[in-house]
Nanobody, 121 residues
């Protein structure tokens, strides 16, 4: 099971940190992807950290603003989001699969319930 505390409402330019915590299994060797879905839009991959070699990926629209990291001791992956924009407003979900990252949502085995992030003045 994956749990994602950390969403909320923030003003443009603000910051939020999302967490993806696992229970029942160890995240160490799992790739963890963050996805988001805005109203009326397709779900898109935002970032991913590989479980096999630690490779990290970001969608172009968040590069330089978002940072994904892993804390194995806490069995948690974080998504630090800075310089937030209104277009970042979406439901953010984390997902896990063994090994490498993939942009294909269907290849992730575990999903969190999602958390709402709203960027608005």
């Amino acid at each position: 099971q994956l749990v994602e505390p950390g969403g909320g409402v923030v003003q443009p330019g603000g910051s939020l940190r999302l967490s993806c915590a696992a229970s029942g299994f160890t995240l160490n060797y799992y790739a963890i992807g963050w996805f988001r879905q805005a109203p009326g839009k397709e779900r898109e991959g935002v970032s991913c950290i590989s479980g096999s070699d630690g490779s990290i990926y970001y969608v172009n629209s968040v590069k330089g603003r978002f940072t994904i990291s892993r804390d194995n001791a806490q069995n948690t992956v974080y998504l630090q989001m800075n310089s937030l924009k209104p277009e970042d407003t979406a439901v953010y979900s984390c997902a896990a699969r063994w090994g490498f990252c993939t942009p294909h949502r269907s290849q992730y085995d575990y999903w969190g319930q999602g958390t709402q992030v709203t960027v608005s003045s």
